[in-house]
């Protein structure tokens, strides 16, 4: 199979779809990789590693998707990427359809098949190629919510452990998944007073044992959220239903309530977000304010962090690369019932459930305005 991967075009998006490694894994197995030149400057893999690996180096994104057949990405393509594909073409990257229905038609438009990372599962239900990424989107929110709680960034000044004598920042964690985990590991590593809020009772009892009463726990309900929303210094959103919108569990009227200064993280925000007053922001322009509260919405957290990001992406998805390359994208699909869980759109139709339920909301909606 032909395999390329293009560079990314997101802003800060420094992630590549494909590793050095991963180049040399494809073609020892007998497969032709192309790389766009410039693909991984970002992340310190320079053209010559990749050559050396075995990968083809191309000039620029039109020869890069003439040349392949199976397109390996990191991020969403934007339109002028869509308008690149072909229906020859199988598109293999994080897409979350569900809050953009523009893209979700394009897509559609293209005939490609379009294959989602964070909707592969595996065989005890997770979520395999989200995983590595949430992890890290939960360790960054804490690290950017620290930081924009300082009066520099026009936060309230507060340091999130506190010191002697003072107390620690009050750290309020909406989804007790894996960001929210992380987020959790990291506040309190810093010494925050940490609140969970799940809604699972064997997922507030997993949490519990492995944080050994550190944390609180609570279960999530609309009075719990309004409650500890309020009382907090930093909020971190991190609901996740797959492939679907993100339901919006906090108003307005609980964001402006907080106390001025306070700091509203949104992980989920490429699903929509979770906060009623949530709208997607860039590296470049990171926060805005509603009321006296600052929302940090980041469309690709992980971007910061690039190198790390996308060591972690790539071992998790080489092998269902290899899979795709080794059996056909058809027999693939048909074969492993866990990545047909990824198939969101096939030849112009949407092929996932929630991203289906979704899309039929979006439209309803926008026709309505």
């Given at each position: 199979m032909k395999i390329g991967t293009p560079r990314e075009l997101k802003n800060w998006e420094a992630r590549v779809g494909l590793t050095p490694t991963g180049v040399r894994e494809l073609v020892a197995a007998g497969h032709e990789v192309y790389v766009e030149a410039g693909a991984g400057l970002g992340v310190d893999f320079s053209d010559q590693t990749y050559r050396d690996s075995g990968a083809r180096l191309v000039q620029g994104p039109d020869a890069l998707f003439e040349a392949a057949d199976l397109i390996v990405k990191v991020k969403e393509p934007l339109p002028v990427e869509i308008a690149r594909l072909t229906p020859d073409?199988?598109?293999?990257?994080?897409?979350?359809?569900?809050?953009?229905?523009?893209?979700?038609?394009?897509?559609?438009?293209?005939?490609?098949?379009?294959i989602a990372y964070e909707t592969v599962t595996d065989a005890q239900g997770r979520l395999p190629l989200l995983t590595p990424m949430s992890e890290i989107a939960g360790r960054l929110a804490v690290q950017a919510g620290?930081?924009?709680?300082?009066?520099?960034?026009?936060?309230?000044?507060?340091?999130?452990?506190?010191?002697?004598?003072?107390?620690p920042a009050r750290v309020t964690i909406i989804g007790g998944g894996i960001a929210g985990l992380n987020a959790a590991q990291m506040a309190l590593g810093l010494g925050a007073d940490v609140t969970i809020l799940e809604r699972s009772p064997d997922r507030m009892r997993e949490l519990n044992a492995l944080f050994r009463g550190r944390v609180r726990t609570?279960?999530?309900?609309?009075?719990?959220?309004?409650?500890?929303?309020?009382?907090?210094?930093?909020?971190?959103?991190?609901?996740?239903?797959p492939g679907a919108t993100a339901p919006k569990?906090?108003?307005?009227?609980?964001?402006?309530?907080?106390?001025?200064?306070?700091?509203?993280?949104?992980?989920?925000?490429?699903?929509?977000?979770?906060?009623?007053?949530?709208?997607p922001t860039t590296h470049d322009d990171p926060v805005y304010k509603v009321g006296g509260t600052l929302h940090y919405c980041v469309t690709n957290m992980p971007a910061t962090v690039a190198r790390t990001a996308t060591e972690a992406l790539a071992n998790a998805t080489l092998p269902y690369i290899l899979q795709l390359a080794n059996l056909g994208v058809d027999h693939a699909l048909r074969?492993?019932?866990y990545l047909a869980d990824g198939l969101n759109i096939r030849r112009g139709e949407i092929m996932h459930p929630a991203v289906i339920a979704s899309f039929r909301e979006s439209m309803a909606s926008m026709t309505a305005h």
């Open positions: 073409h199988t598109l293999l990257t994080y897409l979350h359809l569900a809050a953009d229905a523009q893209q979700t038609a394009a897509l559609m438009d293209s005939k490609a098949i379009c620290a930081r924009h709680l300082e009066r520099v960034e026009g936060g309230a000044g507060i340091l999130l452990g506190g010191v002697t004598g003072v107390a609570l279960f999530s309900s609309s009075s719990s959220i309004a409650d500890s929303v309020v009382d907090s210094d930093l909020v971190i959103g991190a609901v996740l239903l569990l906090v108003e307005k009227r609980h964001i402006t309530a907080m106390r001025p200064g306070s700091v509203v993280v949104d992980i989920a925000i490429d699903q929509g977000g979770c906060f009623e007053t949530s709208r074969s492993n019932p």
